[in-house]
C-alpha cells in the first residue's frame, strides 16, 4: 500500500528554516512526481512545489507554483532513504499552514501539476507556524 508520511513542522519565528519530509512506503518515490500542497486556516489547499519524477526529462527540478516562495523554498529528493524534503528559508507569518505531500502512485508517466484533484495518494499533513 503506497502511504506518505510527513514530518518536520513546528513553531519558527520569522525568517527562520524549517526542513519538512515526505517518507514513502510502498512505492519508490523517485519514479512519481511529489508535490507540497499547503492550506491555511480558513483558505482552500494550495500548490506549492513539486519536483518531477527521476525519469522526466521534460521536466527537470522544482516547479513553483507559488510565486511567493520562489528563492526561498527548495524541493529535493534522497532516493536512498525514499524521502523528499521541503526546505524552507526566510519563513514569513504568511507562510503559516498545515503543509501536505502528495503523489501521482499508480498512473503511467505520471507529471507534476498544480490541481490538488490530481493527486490521489496524500500524506497527513504537518503544522507550521511562523511567528513574527
Known amino acids: 500500500q503506497a502511504q506518505l508520511v510527513e514530518s518536520g513542522g513546528g513553531l519558527v519565528q520569522l525568517g527562520g528554516s524549517l526542513r519538512l519530509s515526505c517518507a514513502a512506503s510502498?512505492?519508490?518515490?523517485?519514479?512519481?512526481?511529489i508535490a507540497w500542497f499547503r492550506q491555511a486556516p480558513g483558505k482552500e489547499r494550495e500548490a506549492v512545489l513539486c519536483?518531477?519524477?527521476?525519469?522526466?526529462?521534460?521536466?527537470?527540478?522544482?516547479?513553483h507554483y507559488l510565486d511567493s516562495v520562489e528563492g526561498r523554498f527548495t524541493v529535493s529528493r534522497d532516493s536512498a532513504k525514499n524521502t523528499v524534503y521541503l526546505q524552507m528559508d526566510s519563513l514569513k507569518p504568511e507562510d503559516t499552514a498545515v503543509y501536505y505531500c502528495?503523489?501521482?502512485?499508480?498512473?503511467?508517466?505520471?507529471?507534476?501539476?498544480?490541481?490538488?484533484?490530481?493527486?490521489?495518494?496524500w500524506g497527513q499533513g504537518t503544522q507550521v507556524t511562523v511567528s513574527s
Open positions: 502528495a503523489t501521482k502512485f499508480g498512473l503511467l508517466y505520471p507529471t507534476c501539476s498544480g490541481a490538488e484533484s490530481d493527486y490521489g495518494t
Open positions: 519536483v518531477s519524477r527521476i525519469d522526466d526529462t521534460t521536466d527537470v527540478g522544482n516547479r
Open positions: 510502498g512505492f519508490y518515490l523517485r519514479e512519481y512526481p
